[in-house]
């Protein structure tokens, strides 16, 4: 094995690449299905009524503060063991937390206490992907060529946007395949199972997984720390600001502008439920192409401007996109949801780069912990509930768009003042060999 110092110079198996890039597929799968099926979630474990979408939405908030807590465990693991050991702890548990879901009792069955096991599965769902995302990010960047980095890792984007797509068209196939009161007693169990296979499907596949390159060349020099998490805490404070910065604009868009819009639009009576779903599936295809694209000018024009010129559109686009959805025609409400899923896909695009490259190989797992995925917990998972708070309080159908662009306000100057790092050959490190204790 080479020295640290050669090992940019490595290269995974496309089959790893695969398999890395593939498992985030499951992760927002999950997720995201958890939010298209909000409404249908909000009658089946709450029993419906004018609250129910709004404890729904808010427990999907309050699986997110677990997000950071998985990330730092797992993260901690993984900067210390080995990314792929840490990965295949996670699809295991993702996989047993969907299953557990699908075969929970409802609200018409055991009442109150339907709701209090579907939270405590959302809690566990959440820890594993609070680490699953940041560890494919960091192995895809840890195995790619530095000058294709942006490209590669925005596969984790991709493929997690395929997730969303895949979670869409389950979703539509479910609502579409059974009646509406066969959907509430056993239809939307359904989608959870699907995700439960494929989640084991890919656990069993991810065992040929190779470790990342870079991370094995560290462990045999011997710079490893000890205690990832302090040492991150100690040497890389300013790329824990840095990357909660970029993941909050990330975050709110993709979270409000993308998977909150399904409910937005069956809430505000623009769309039907089965309407949304189908609008949604042609925002997530829209993702899918623009994510490759925004990651490939990353690497040309670097992170730094591509990342202003998304904090821009997003500043400015989304409160009008969000009134066109509620009050515009058809094909106004279809334009304004692809320019909204545009411009969050491209945020995560490069955002995925930029933020691993915020840290060494050392601390990457524990800084995306502390920075980007904390962000993703308040911006992500808070901001869905706060948007349908808000258009309820105020019946203003333009206030997610409005709550975007006081987010990408307020990260502008940290994005104006942040170091490029694209083409280096790896990240900026303080000092190159970091204490081991």
Same mark, same amino acid.
């Given at each position: 094995m080479?020295p640290?110092a050669?090992?940019?110079?490595l290269?995974?198996?496309?089959?790893?690449?695969?398999?890395a890039?593939?498992s985030?597929?499951v992760e927002?799968?999950?997720?995201?299905?958890?939010?298209?099926f909000?409404t249908?979630?909000s009658?089946v474990?709450?029993?419906g009524g004018s609250m129910?979408?709004a404890?729904?939405?808010?427990g999907?908030? =309050?699986?997110f503060?677990?997000q950071?807590?998985?990330?730092m465990?797992?993260?901690?693991f993984?900067d210390?063991?080995g990314?792929?050991?840490?990965m295949?702890r996670?699809?295991l548990?993702?996989? !047993?937390?969907?299953l557990?879901t699908?075969l929970?009792?409802t609200?018409?069955q055991?009442?109150?206490?339907?709701g209090?096991?579907?939270?405590?599965?959302?809690?566990m769902?959440?820890?594993?992907v609070?680490?699953?995302?940041?560890g494919?990010?960091?192995?895809?960047l840890?195995?790619a060529?530095p000058e294709?980095?942006?490209?590669?890792t925005?596969?984790?984007s991709a493929a997690?946007?395929?997730?969303?797509?895949?979670a869409?068209g389950?979703?539509a196939?479910?609502?579409?395949?059974?009646s509406a009161?066969d959907?509430?007693v056993?239809?939307?169990?359904?989608?959870?199972f699907v995700?439960?296979a494929l989640?084991?499907?890919?656990w069993i596949a991810?065992?040929a997984?190779?470790?990342?390159p870079?991370f094995?060349a560290r462990a045999l =020099?011997?710079t490893?720390?000890?205690q990832?998490?302090r040492?991150t805490?100690?040497y890389?404070?300013a790329g824990?600001?840095?990357?909660?910065?970029?993941?909050?604009?990330g +975050?709110?868009?993709?979270?409000?502008?993308?998977?909150?819009v399904?409910?937005?639009?069956?809430t505000?009576?623009?769309?039907?439920?089965r309407a949304?779903?189908v609008?949604?599936?042609a925002?997530?295809?829209?993702v899918?192409l623009?994510t490759?694209?925004v990651?490939a000018?990353?690497?040309?024009?670097?992170?730094r401007?591509v990342l202003i010129a998304?904090?821009?559109? +997003?500043?400015?686009?989304?409160?009008?996109?969000?009134?066109?959805?509620a009050?515009?025609?058809?094909?106004?409400? =279809?334009?304004a949801?692809?320019i909204?899923?545009?411009?969050a896909g491209g945020? +995560?695009?490069?955002g995925a780069?930029?933020?691993?490259?915020?840290?060494?190989?050392?601390?990457?797992?524990?800084?995306l912990?502390l920075?980007?995925t904390?962000?993703?917990?308040i911006f992500?998972?808070? !901001?869905?509930f706060?948007?349908?708070v808000?258009i309820e309080?105020?019946?203003?159908?333009?206030?997610?768009?409005v709550?975007i662009?006081v987010v990408?306000?307020a990260?502008?100057?940290?994005?104006?003042?942040l170091?490029?790092?694209?083409?280096c050959?790896k990240?900026?490190?303080?000092p190159?060999s970091?204490?081991?204790r």
């Amino acid at each position: 094995m080479p020295p640290a110092a050669d090992a940019s110079q490595l290269r995974i198996s496309q089959r790893s690449f695969v398999l890395a890039a593939c498992s985030t597929i499951v992760e927002w799968y999950d997720f995201t299905l958890y939010l298209y099926f909000a409404t249908v979630l909000s009658r089946v474990f709450f029993g419906g009524g004018s609250m129910a979408l709004a404890a729904t939405l808010g427990g999907f908030a =309050v699986t997110f503060l677990f997000q950071p807590l998985g990330a730092m465990v797992f993260g901690q693991f993984g900067d210390r063991v080995g990314r792929r050991p840490m990965m295949l702890r996670t699809m295991l548990m993702t996989s !047993t937390a969907m299953l557990l879901t699908a075969l929970l009792p409802t609200y018409a069955q055991i009442g109150g206490f339907a709701g209090g096991a579907l939270l405590a599965l959302r809690c566990m769902m959440g820890f594993s992907v609070g680490a699953e995302y940041s560890g494919a990010v960091a192995y895809l960047l840890e195995g790619a060529a530095p000058e294709r980095r942006g490209f590669i890792t925005s596969c984790a984007s991709a493929a997690s946007e395929i997730g969303s797509l895949l979670a869409v068209g389950v979703a539509a196939l479910t609502v579409y395949g059974v009646s509406a009161e066969d959907l509430n007693v056993w239809g939307w169990r359904i989608p959870f199972f699907v995700g439960s296979a494929l989640a084991f499907a890919i656990w069993i596949a991810r065992t040929a997984m190779e470790e990342s390159p870079e991370f094995q060349a560290r462990a045999l =020099v011997g710079t490893l720390p000890t205690q990832p998490l302090r040492t991150t805490l100690a040497y890389h404070r300013a790329g824990v600001a840095r990357s909660f910065a970029i993941s909050a604009l990330g +975050s709110i868009t993709y979270y409000v502008g993308i998977t909150y819009v399904p409910a937005f639009l069956n809430t505000t009576g623009s769309l039907s439920e089965r309407a949304a779903l189908v609008l949604s599936t042609a925002a997530a295809l829209v993702v899918i192409l623009i994510t490759p694209v925004v990651g490939a000018l990353s690497d040309r024009f670097g992170r730094r401007p591509v990342l202003i010129a998304l904090c821009l559109l +997003s500043a400015v686009l989304p409160g009008a996109m969000f009134t066109l959805m509620a009050h515009g025609s058809m094909m106004e409400a =279809v334009a304004a949801t692809i320019i909204l899923a545009a411009v969050a896909g491209g945020v +995560s695009a490069v955002g995925a780069v930029a933020t691993a490259e915020q840290f060494p190989v050392e601390a990457r797992l524990s800084g995306l912990a502390l920075g980007a995925t904390a962000a993703t917990a308040i911006f992500g998972g808070l !901001t869905p509930f706060l948007a349908q708070v808000s258009i309820e309080s105020t019946g203003w159908a333009m206030m997610p768009g409005v709550m975007i662009a006081v987010v990408a306000v307020a990260v502008l100057p940290v994005l104006a003042r942040l170091p490029e790092t694209a083409p280096c050959v790896k990240p900026p490190e303080t000092p190159a060999s970091l204490p081991t204790r």
